[in-house]
């Protein structure tokens, strides 16, 4: 019995130290390899590229062609930096060897909400989480637009258009929000009438009277007749002809 357990023991010894070899030799045997070539795939986000295959490919080869690289010459890690440092759109990068001695680089692209218009400061686009981002060379996002002086009045206006987001209807229906301080008006596509918003907790409820007030405008045809319209006024709509 004792020596059957000293034999299980040395086999166990000995299959470890096997594994460790072999993956030794593995790891040896794989970074001596070279890279054959780089791929670079970007995933769509409702249509839009903010960020494009090339300008990714770009952004690792200013560093490292890749192709003809050493397995054991290329960090992942540092790859993936150099994506992101050098593309502000991109929200994530996953980095990795693949078949034939590939390197495949797959991107995914943060999402723009709103396009923030600032008067002589130049535009950006804002994020699902408000995060300011920069307009992109390759690609327009179709956006509704804040006009907005201030970050403060920017991220106030956010907050509606986020709750329109959650609807295609008024997603579409939608073309930009003008803030100033705390006054928010809605610019639709659809009638010229500005639409003064009332507080943010009952929008949901104003929305569904704006929906009302526009079917029942569409019918008689006099939809244009309105220059404003205030949704301010606690269960009732204020509308303002043209004189």
Known sequence: MKTR????????GLLLLGAVALAGFARFEREGRRFAALDVAVEEVDGMYLVDEVSV???IVAYDSIRGS??????????????????????????????????QVQVTQRRPLARWHQGGEGDCYLDEQGQAMPLSPVF??????????????????????????????????????????????????????R????????IHTQLDHLNAFYREQIARGNLNDYQRISLKYEGQIVAQRHY
């Open 70 to 103: 050493f397995y054991g010459d290329v960090a992942l890690d540092e790859v993936a930096r150099w994506v992101r440092e050098a593309l502000p759109a991109v929200r994530d990068v996953r980095v990795y060897p693949g078949l034939n001695d590939h390197l």
């Open 5 to 12: 357990r000293i034999l299980n023991l040395v086999l166990s």
């Open 195 to 202: 639409i003064a918003l009332g507080d943010l907790a009952q």
């Open 140 to 193: 327009t996002a179709r956006v509704p637009v804040i006009f907005a002086d201030t970050e403060a009045e920017a991220l106030h206006g956010f907050g509606y258009l986020a709750v329109l987001e959650q609807s295609p209807v008024w997603k579409a229906f939608t073309d930009g929000i003008v803030v100033e301080g705390t006054d928010v008006e809605l610019i639709p596509r659809l009638g010229g009438a």
């Open 57 to 59: 490919r770009n952004a």
